[in-house]
């Protein structure tokens, strides 16, 4: 079933601050019709601002905002066609779950019977038939969550808004309502944004993701190349765990792939690295490497163990399918800060590698992408 014709939606160059503080400095995005966009970032990043900038709860202070190529911006909430999730379901405590679902179309002045039908259409929809009389206080969280998405359905708008859509359920029943959610968006048709700060969360619900950090996109891409191939190293660090450590790059070799200078002063290693092409031979680097690109091997167990990365194991953490090694490198160099002496080694389970301990060496897994490399120190989007 399609409720709606799903609209594009363009943030062109925009600008907004809060007294002396800007929120966003010249963010561009395009969404597509029908997709499912998430907005992903820290506290304060600007992701919510965008949300509230699009439903025209604030105003822009310079740029464009076009939904289905019309310009909005100018426009109050009620004519931009947008509905919108709350974070706290913003329900109606006193009234029904179908006088709630109601609430919008009555508003808008629909006709009894049509009100009606829609109100069953969107229950059916969410899988809350026969729920009409019930009063919201009957309701579980996961139950409620979908009775706001029906309303913000019901008057078929032409972009949804989710602002942070299941912070307020338990984790178990968290993971469930996002496939049911993921779904149900989908079946509509309906092109959607929404804001989380679960990376999780932004995964499993965005076709395409939106990291935003001070204001700008720092990357726009689909899930797993924003996991794969970070465009900075905040993006490396932000999503997923990762490790950085200094290097220097030693050469540029077959293909593009850059030489680089890892490790102790006595027993130095060099690594097969991705980065930019303005990274030249003799730059110093961050490698931003995955826990589980990296494979770790047992000096106590296999005294002869090949080539790597010397350390000690300090900390096992086992999660029922890996278990994850932190490894501080011994006589590290090259500039290491206290903070990136660590790498944390990702094992699966069940493995040799379970129940490790003391000294090892750590080096790249052979099966894995090669670490992702950005100019030392860099912070945002780079090459």
């Not at 309701?139 to 913000?152: E, M, T």
């Not at 993921?182 to 965005?206: P, S």
């Not at 490894?327 to 500039?335: D, E, F, I, K, Q």
Request: include cysteine; glycine fraction near 12%; aromatic fraction near 6%.
């Amino acid at each position: 079933m399609s409720l709606a014709a799903g609209a594009s939606v363009r943030f062109d160059d925009v600008y907004k601050s809060f007294d002396d503080t800007v929120v966003l400095a010249g963010v561009s995005l395009d969404v597509e019709p029908g997709e499912i966009f998430a907005l992903l970032g820290p506290s304060g990043s600007g992701k919510t601002t965008m949300l509230r900038l699009l439903a025209g709860f604030e105003q822009l202070d310079r740029g464009r905002l076009l939904i289905a190529d019309e310009a909005v911006e100018h426009l109050p909430p009620a004519r931009r066609g947008v509905g919108m999730l709350f974070q706290s379901y913003a329900l109606f405590p006193h009234l029904s779950v179908a006088e709630n679902v109601a609430f919008g179309l009555k508003v808008r002045g629909g006709g009894q019977g049509d009100v009606q039908a829609r109100v069953a259409e969107m229950l059916e929809l969410v899988r809350l038939g026969g729920f009409e009389a019930r009063r919201i206080a009957e309701l579980s969280g996961g139950q409620q969550q979908r009775v706001a998405l029906a309303r913000a359905l019901a008057p078929r708008p032409r972009v949804l808004l989710l602002d942070e859509p299941l912070s307020n359920l338990d984790p178990a029943l968290r993971e469930e309502t996002r496939v049911d959610l993921r779904q149900t968006v989908k079946q509509t048709g309906i092109t959607t944004v929404l804001v989380t700060h679960e990376q999780e969360e932004a995964f499993e619900l965005g076709e395409r993701i939106g990291l935003l950090n001070d204001g700008r996109l720092e990357q726009v891409a689909v899930p797993a190349k924003l996991y794969q191939d970070p465009a900075s190293r905040f993006v490396a660090t932000f999503v997923g765990r990762c490790s950085v450590l200094p290097g220097v790059v030693e050469a540029r070799g077959a293909g593009g792939a850059l030489e680089v200078r890892i490790g102790s002063e006595g027993a130095p290693q060099v690594w097969s690295c991705r980065g930019g092409d303005r990274i030249e031979a003799g730059d110093r680097v961050d490698v931003c490497v995955r826990p589980e690109a990296l494979e770790i091997e047992s000096l106590e167990l296999a005294p002869g163990a090949g080539t790597g990365l010397r350390g000690e194991i300090e900390v096992e953490r086992y999660t029922g399918s890996s278990s994850f090694y932190t490894v501080r490198l011994t006589a590290p160099s090259g500039g290491f800060e206290a903070a990136a002496d660590s790498v944390t080694v990702e094992v699966a389970m069940p493995g040799t590698a379970a129940g490790l301990s003391g000294a090892c060496v750590v080096r790249p897994a052979a099966q894995e992408p090669p670490p992702r490399v950005f100019p030392a120190g860099s912070t945002g989007a780079g090459p």
